[in-house]
T-cell receptor
Framework: GAVVSQHPSRVICKSGTSVKIECRSLDFQATTMFWYRQFPKQSLMLMATSNEGSKATYEQGVEKDKFLINHASLTLSTLTVTSAHPEDSSFYIC?????????????FGPGTRLTVL | GIQVEQSPPDLILQEGANSTLRCNFSDSVNNLQWFHQNPWGQLINLFYIPSGTKQNGRLSATTVATERYSLLYISSSQTTDSGVYFCAVRGSGTYKYIFGTGTRLKVLA
């Protein structure tokens, strides 16, 4: 099946620093990638939809200047948390859609756990 | 937007027992997926099932799109089935998936 990787898997940073998370589709081209955030014991909340070569579409309430998303190629999307604060600590998960004529199954990365001190 | 509710929110089973998880959604959908999130956070795709019934080993799923619900059946549960089960739906005219509230399953040895 299709594989999506994320790097890093875990990151701890100081308040005020920026953190970049990479999401890669390893064996397929993903025209659309999604970024989710999950707080402990809660469901996944969509943050933004990323299409290759165009600006990301952010969900209501998500600050686009704080969560910078770049989808430079059909296999790579990055999420940069700028000037991170403790309230940004969360589990960030990306997914990629392999669009076909029959299905558009979403394949998820393993997630990145961010802890901001 | 589409609302997705799952039930039960929590479930504890003895190993070997069967269970049924339910996903209700508030509007018509084009796609529906079931996922298992293991204790390490990894999301595993179980089924892509916008309608009909599918089976994969001890798991099976049924979606009745006209009545806006989907069911996930787990038979002969094992401790490795523990985790959180999510359904996610996609409405028409969008690539966005909306996740349900999840069912937290614990299987006891």
């Amino acid at each position: 099946g299709a594989v999506v990787s994320q790097h890093p898997s875990r990151v701890i940073c100081k308040s005020g620093t920026s953190v970049k998370i990479e999401c890669r589709s390893l064996d397929f081209q993903a025209t659309t990638m999604f970024w989710y955030r999950q707080f402990p014991k809660q469901s996944l909340m969509l943050m933004a939809t990323s299409n290759e070569g165009s600006k990301a579409t952010y969900e209501q309430g998500v600050e686009k200047d704080k969560f910078l998303i770049n989808h430079a190629s059909l296999t790579l999307s990055t999420l940069t948390v700028t000037s991170a604060h403790p309230e940004d600590s969360s589990f960030y998960i990306c997914s990629a859609t392999q669009t076909s004529g029959v299905t558009d199954t979403q394949y998820f990365g393993p997630g990145t756990r961010l802890t901001v001190l | 937007g589409i609302q997705v509710e799952q039930s039960p929110p929590d479930l504890i089973l003895q190993e070997g027992a069967n269970s049924t998880l339910r996903c209700n959604f508030s509007d018509s959908v084009n796609n529906l997926q079931w996922f298992h999130q293991n204790p390490w956070g990894q999301l595993i795709n179980l089924f892509y099932i916008p309608s009909g019934t599918k089976q994969n080993g001890r798991l099976s799923a049924t979606t009745v799109a006209t009545e806006r619900y989907s069911l996930l059946y787990i038979s002969s549960s094992q401790t490795t089935d523990s985790g959180v089960y999510f359904c996610a739906v996609r409405g028409s005219g969008t690539y966005k998936y909306i996740f349900g509230t999840g069912t937290r399953l614990k299987v006891l040895a």
